[in-house]
T-cell receptor, first 115, second 111 residues
Framework: DAMVIQNPRYQVTQFGKPVTLSCSQT?????MYWYQQKSSQAPKLLFH???????NEADTPDNFQSRRPNTSFCFLDIRSPGLGDAAMYLC??????????????FGPGTRLTVT | GENVEQHPSTLSVQEGDSAVIKCTYS??????FPWYKQELGKRPQLIID?????GEKKDQRIAVTLNKTAKHFSLHITETQPEDSAVYFC??????????FGRGTSLIVHP
């Protein structure tokens, strides 16, 4: 089945220790997104890629970086995690951008704990 | 940029009752409005969507209505069941094509 896969599902890291979360998709979608979701809140967009074009949200901290080496894979790097970065990180894909729009397909998420 | 307001934040109903969740948006250029359901600990999943050339769309017990003039859209769930209990998010696709989410509504259906 075509899907969005995230690894690992649970990640524990130490304060200040770099961590990388990964996302892969078999949908062949052009757009990949990274969201941060804290308890009882809406997903907060960190950045997205349209093909290789990277788009950073204005309020995304510099501590968060992303890579998309090919269509299928996208990575979220947190350079120096703080306690406030503990959250669920959701990867999503869609066929396209623009006001013609399209549904997003979400991965199962990675729950990040910072100790 | 786009701003999406969603109400109520919590909705508690008895099984069999109807539930209505309302969203307003600010960007008149938005023309795609999806609704996502997120069960506890699971991923958001699209349950229904509507485009601005349509006023209403229905899928079994779920319907969405859109009023472009007033810039609001609503999710209607009829004959609610306990398995409908979840957090529901509305979204509007803004001019530059990135969805803006509402804050979410926690729907609780009591058996």
């Amino acid at each position: 089945d075509a899907m969005v896969i995230q690894n690992p599902r649970y990640q524990v890291t130490q304060f200040g220790k770099p961590v990388t979360l990964s996302c892969s998709q078999t949908l062949n979608h052009n757009v990949m997104y990274w969201y941060q979701q804290k308890s009882s809140q809406a997903p907060k967009l960190l950045f997205h890629y349209y093909d290789k074009d990277f788009n950073n949200e204005a309020d995304t901290p510099d501590n968060f970086q992303s890579r998309r080496p090919n269509t299928s894979f996208c990575f979220l790097d947190i350079r120096s995690p703080g306690l406030g970065d503990a959250a669920m990180y959701l990867c999503a894909t869609s066929t396209t951008l623009g006001t013609s729009g399209g549904a997003q397909y979400f991965g199962p998420g990675t729950r990040l704990t910072v100790t | 940029g786009e701003n999406v307001e969603q109400h109520p934040s919590t909705l508690s109903v008895q099984e069999g009752d109807s539930a209505v969740i309302k969203c307003t948006y600010s960007d008149s250029a938005s023309n795609y409005f999806p609704w996502y359901k997120q069960e506890l600990g699971k991923r958001p999943q699209l349950i229904i969507d509507i485009r601005s050339n349509v006023g209403e769309k229905k899928d079994q017990r779920i319907a969405v209505t859109l009023n472009k003039t007033a810039k609001h859209f609503s999710l209607h769930i009829t004959e609610t069941q306990p398995e409908d209990s979840a957090v529901y998010f509305c979204a509007a696709l803004a001019r530059r094509g990135v969805p803006t989410f509402g804050r979410g509504t926690s729907l609780i259906v009591h058996p």
